[in-house]
Antibody, heavy 120, light 107 residues
Framework: QITLKESGPTLVKPTQTLTLTCTFSGFSLSTSAVGVGWIRQPPGKALEWLALIYWDDDKYYSPSLKSSLTITKDTSKNQVVLTMTPVDPADTATYYC????????????WGQGTLVTVSS | DIQMTQSPSTLSASVGDRVTITCRASQSISRWLAWYQQKAGKAPKLLIYQSSNLESGVPSRFSGSGSGTEFTLTINRLQPDDFATYYCQQYHSFYWTFGQGTKVEIK
């Protein structure tokens, strides 16, 4: 049974760094073809893909946010970490992590999401 | 960047109706398209992948079709549980974008 859960701060000040952790179970990021992505959703708005990391450490970023994002994995802890810097009030959103596989790149399992507010 | 445009933005329907949502890509994405259902306060749920493949456990009243730049999600015999927002998502190459969503409301 695959589960994912996001964790991190609920409130971040503008210009600071946001660090989010996705802790998962039921699969391993050392297994061939497995990936974990991050997607966010501002209140009342659409979903936006941010970044994705595969088992082989290949990383992909949204072109519009590439300069501000870093995605890493800790296979031993079953975690994927996303950092975003600097943050802006427009980054206020619910952040989701999700599981994918290389052959079909849809997101088949999602975490419950974590709401992050960027405000001074 | 590949842009995804869904229509309509909002759809009013009754239980038992057949509804169709359209998603258009700004360039060809072959069949690399997924559909998700999202209810208020919940994470999206995968319904359809690779344009027409039904995800395990998803009722057969959901179906998807299309290739290239035009895709549709059809819900036959709409059920009370189906009132939600639906998103298409392309994953051509290693770049993912979502449509703006279609809210299916009770008429």
């Amino acid at each position: 049974q695959i589960t994912l859960k996001e964790s991190g701060p609920t409130l971040v000040k503008p210009t600071q760094t946001l660090t989010l952790t996705c802790t998962f179970s039921g699969f391993s990021l050392s297994t061939s073809a497995v990936g974990v992505g991050w997607i966010r959703q501002p209140p009342g708005k659409a979903l936006e893909w941010l970044a994705l990391i595969y088992w082989d450490d290949d990383k992909y970023y949204s072109p519009s946010l590439k300069s501000s994002l870093t995605i890493t994995k800790d296979t031993s802890k079953n975690q994927v970490v996303l950092t975003m810097t600097p943050v802006d009030p427009a980054d206020t959103a619910t952040y989701y992590c999700a599981h994918t596989v290389y052959g079909d790149r849809s997101f088949d399992y999602w975490g419950q999401g974590t709401l992050v507010t960027v405000s001074s | 960047d590949i842009q995804m445009t869904q229509s309509p933005s909002t759809l009013s329907a009754s239980v038992g109706d057949r509804v169709t949502i359209t998603c258009r890509a700004s360039q060809s994405i072959s069949r690399w398209l997924a559909w998700y259902q999202q209810k208020a306060g919940k994470a999206p749920k995968l319904l359809i992948y690779q344009s027409s493949n039904l995800e395990s456990g998803v009722p057969s009243r959901f179906s998807g079709s299309g290739s290239g730049t035009e895709f549709t999600l059809t819900i036959n015999r709409l059920q009370p549980d189906d009132f939600a927002t639906y998103y298409c998502q392309q994953y051509h190459s290693f770049y993912w974008t979502f449509g703006q969503g279609t809210k299916v409301e009770i008429k």
